[in-house]
C-alpha cells in the first residue's frame, strides 16, 4: 500500500475539520458545509481523482493486519461522533441558531453520522469485545442498535435472495425499499435474537434480549441528552430531541441507500427449494473511486466484504470482475432518489451482469482469485 493512500484513509476526518472550521471560521450560516461537501464536492473529487484498483500484497498483509494505525482511525471516529453531538447540542442550546441554520446542522450531522454505521459495520465483524463494544455505542448514537444483530447473521446469510430485507429486487424504488428493509430488518433481527435466546433456555422478555437494549439504550440516551440540557438552561430544549432523532433518520435513511445501491437486483441461483449457490464476488455492486473508498474505508469494494466478511478494510480486495457501479456511492445515492434515472442507469448494467453471472467458468475463477 503506498504512504499516500495509507494517509489517505484520515481523510474521514475532514467532515470533522470542515463542520467546526465552517461554522466558527466563515459564518454560522455554514452549518450546511459537511451536507454539501458529501453531496457535491465528493461526487466531483470521485469523477476528477483516478480510480482505485490498488490491493495489498501477500507480503504487506500481515503487516496491514497488525497496524494499529488503521484501527486508531475507526475506533477514534466513534468518540467524535459523540462530541458532534454534544457539540451540536450546545450551540442548538447556546447560539440562537435560525431555522435555516438549524437544519443545515441536521443535515450536516446526520450526514456524519451515517458514516459512523459504516464505523459500526466494520467493527461490528471483529471479535473483540472491545470492537463489539464500539460498534454497540457507534450504532446507539443513531439509534439503529438491532443493525448489528441483523447484519451479521441475517443479511450475511440471506443477502441476494428473497429472504433478506436489505437486498432490493429489479424495478424496486428506494421508496418501496426503505418499507421493506426498515421494517423487514428489525423483525428479522428480532427473530434472530428470539432463536438465539431459546437455544440458551433464556427468555425473550429479558433483559438478556439485545433487541430489548436496541429500543431502551438509544431512548435513555436522548432523554438524558435532553433533560441535562434542560437542566442546564432551566427551561425544556425542544430541539435536543428533535436533533437526536432527525440526525438518526438521516443516518439511517442513508445506510439503507447504501444497501439499496450495493444489492439492486442481484440474485443468487436457487439450486434446491430454498437453498442457493454460495456467495460469491459477483453477488455485490462495487465502486473503485480513489477519494470516496478512503473516506468510507473501502466499503465500496463490497464483493470481497461478503465473501470474507472478517476481512479488516485496509486488505479489503477490488476485483474487476464484480458488477461495477458507474459513480461512488454519494452520487449514486441522489441517482436512487430519482427512480426512473436509477432504472435507466442501472437496470442495463445489471441485465450485463444476469447474462453472464452464471457463467460456471467464470465463478469459478473469478471465486480462485478471491480464496
Known amino acids: 500500500m503506498s504512504i499516500r ?19 466558527y471560521f466563515i459564518s454560522h450560516n455554514w452549518t450546511f458545509f459537511v451536507f454539501i461537501y458529501a453531496y457535491l464536492l465528493v461526487p466531483i473529487l470521485d469523477q476528477v481523482i483516478s480510480r482505485d484498483s490498488q ?8 503487516e496491514l493486519i497488525k497496524d494499529k494505525y488503521f484501527d486508531v482511525l475507526v475506533y477514534s471516529h466513534v468518540y467524535i461522533q459523540y462530541f458532534m453531538l454534544l457539540w451540536g447540542s450546545y450551540i442548538l442550546i447556546y447560539d440562537n441558531l435560525s431555522w ?6 441536521m443535515l450536516s450531522q446526520g450526514v456524519y453520522s451515517s458514516t459512523i454505521i459504516n464505523i459500526a459495520h466494520e467493527l461490528g465483524h ?8 464500539h460498534a454497540k455505542a457507534a450504532l446507539l448514537s443513531v439509534a439503529y442498535m438491532h443493525f448489528l444483530i441483523e447484519h451479521n447473521r441475517g443479511h450475511h446469510t440471506h443477502v441476494a435472495t428473497p429472504l433478506d430485507p436489505a437486498t432490493a429486487r ?7 425499499f426503505w418499507k421493506q428493509t426498515l421494517i423487514g430488518s428489525f423483525s428479522s433481527a428480532w427473530h434472530i435474537e428470539k432463536k438465539q435466546l431459546a437455544k440458551k433456555n433464556l427468555q425473550v422478555w429479558s433483559w438478556h434480549n439485545g433487541m430489548i437494549w436496541a429500543v431502551v ?9 435532553t433533560l441535562i440540557s434542560s437542566y442546564m438552561t432551566d427551561q425544556f430544549q425542544w430541539l435536543i430531541p428533535l436533533f437526536f432523532v432527525a440526525q438518526s433518520i438521516i443516518a439511517i435513511l442513508s445506510l439503507e441507500c447504501v444497501n439499496y445501491i450495493e444489492h439492486y437486483g442481484i440474485m443468487r441461483k436457487e439450486i434446491a427449494p430454498g437453498k442457493y449457490e454460495k456467495v460469491n464476488p459477483l453477488h455485490s ?22 465473501a470474507y466478511a472478517s476481512r479488516p478494510y485496509q486488505v479489503i480486495r477490488h476485483f474487476d470482475e464484480s458488477p461495477q457501479l458507474p459513480y461512488g456511492y454519494t452520487m449514486m445515492i441522489l441517482i436512487s432518489l430519482i427512480p426512473p434515472l436509477w432504472f435507466n442507469i442501472m437496470n442495463k448494467r445489471l441485465e450485463e451482469w444476469q447474462e453472464k453471472a452464471y457463467d460456471a467458468r467464470q465463478i469459478k475463477e473469478v471465486v480462485s482469485r478471491f480464496s
Request: with cysteine; hydrophobic share 40%; aromatic share 18%.
Open 5 to 23: 493512500k495509507k494517509i489517505g484513509f484520515a481523510w474521514g476526518y475532514s467532515f470533522i475539520v470542515f463542520a467546526l472550521s465552517g461554522y
Open 55 to 62: 490491493n495489498a500484497s501477500t507480503e504487506e498483509y500481515e
Open 100 to 105: 435555516w441554520q438549524i437544519l443545515g446542522l
Open 126 to 133: 471483529r471479535t473483540s469485545p472491545m470492537a463489539q463494544f
Open 170 to 176: 429489479k424495478n424496486q424504488t428506494i421508496f418501496a
Open 217 to 225: 439504550l438509544p431512548i435513555t440516551f436522548c432523554l438524558s441528552l
Open 285 to 306: 455492486w462495487n465502486a473503485n473511486h480513489y477519494y470516496s473508498n478512503l473516506m468510507l474505508f473501502h466499503l465500496q469494494r463490497h464483493s470481497d466484504h461478503h
